[in-house]
């Protein structure tokens, strides 16, 4: 789904991801883990178009995408969700939904709307609340049903669980599988929890220091004897 390729980008003259390869399968969930500062969230802010890109190569679905707008990829599929502000909180569930979809038909919206509601039925009785008084897990939902009201293929999650109780981040990970195993959305995702992370996922890379010092089998990088050490971020070559 997404082939990214030598791609060097950081945010003016401060560059912070150093050729890159990556790639994404459609159908497939990957995880994205590493120490703090790694460039992650570079990575993917990078590829909704948040970032300046120097060099390297962004397709999506055989499309060159690398300087496309973010406002664009929106429209082919693709949706980016931040660790914060990823909801509008001085307007209710019901309102965000809403906004979400605001260039669909009104028969469609609905639509997308009730599948929304369908995948996420715990947001059906707090329509009314405003997103700002949800709980975490409530308002990473929210955020995430909007994204399928825009008609989301690949589905970018930054630390869908950060902040989160094991009881609600349990929650988010089991809905991020079943968007997948049901629904035909390919979510990538950056996670501090990267052992459970891992465990739900088909493929996994470690940055380390703006780099991938790992790239392949999510169960693989989870077994892997320097594991440990990589995410701590003691070494910095290859794996």
Same mark, same amino acid.
Do not use: C, M, W
């Given at each position: 789904m997404i082939k990214v390729e030598k791609l060097n980008a950081g945010y003016g003259k401060l560059q912070i991801l150093f050729d890159i390869d990556v790639e994404v399968s459609s159908g497939k969930i990957t995880t994205i883990v590493g120490p703090n500062g790694s460039g992650k969230s570079t990575f993917l802010k990078s590829l909704f178009g948040?970032?300046?890109?120097?060099?390297?190569?962004?397709? #999506?679905?055989?499309?060159?995408?690398t300087y496309i707008p973010p406002h664009e990829k929106t429209k082919m599929g693709i949706s980016y969700l931040p660790q914060t502000n990823n909801v509008f909180t001085n307007?209710? +569930?019901?309102?965000? !939904?809403?906004?979400?979809? #605001? +260039?669909?038909?009104?028969?469609? !919206?609905?639509?997308?709307m009730n599948f929304a509601l369908k995948?996420?039925?715990?947001l059906k009785d707090i329509l009314n609340?405003? $997103?700002?008084?949800?709980?975490?897990?409530q308002r990473q939902m929210l955020a995430m049903a909007t994204a399928l009201v825009r008609k989301t293929k690949l589905l970018?999650?930054?630390?869908?669980? $950060?902040?989160?109780?094991?009881? *609600?981040?349990? +929650?988010?990970?089991?809905?991020i599988v079943e968007l997948r195993d049901d629904y035909n959305i390919t979510p990538l995702l950056v996670e501090q929890n990267a052992k459970r992370a891992l465990e739900i996922s088909d493929v996994g890379y470690m940055f380390v220091s703006g780099k991938v010092a790992y790239g392949g089998s999510?169960?693989? *990088?989870?077994?892997?004897?320097?594991?440990?050490? #990589?995410?701590?971020?003691i070494v910095d070559d290859e794996i």
């Open positions: 948040l970032t300046d890109i120097y060099s390297g190569n962004i397709i #999506y679905d055989n499309k060159d995408i307007l209710s +569930v019901i309102e965000n !939904l809403k906004i979400a979809g #605001y +260039v669909l038909k009104k028969n469609e !919206l609905e639509e997308r995948v996420f039925p715990e609340k405003k $997103a700002g008084a949800l709980s975490g897990g970018i999650l930054d630390e869908p669980t $950060a902040q989160l109780s094991p009881k *609600l981040a349990e +929650v988010i990970f089991d809905k999510a169960k693989s *990088l989870l077994e892997h004897e320097k594991f440990q050490s #990589y995410f701590l971020g």
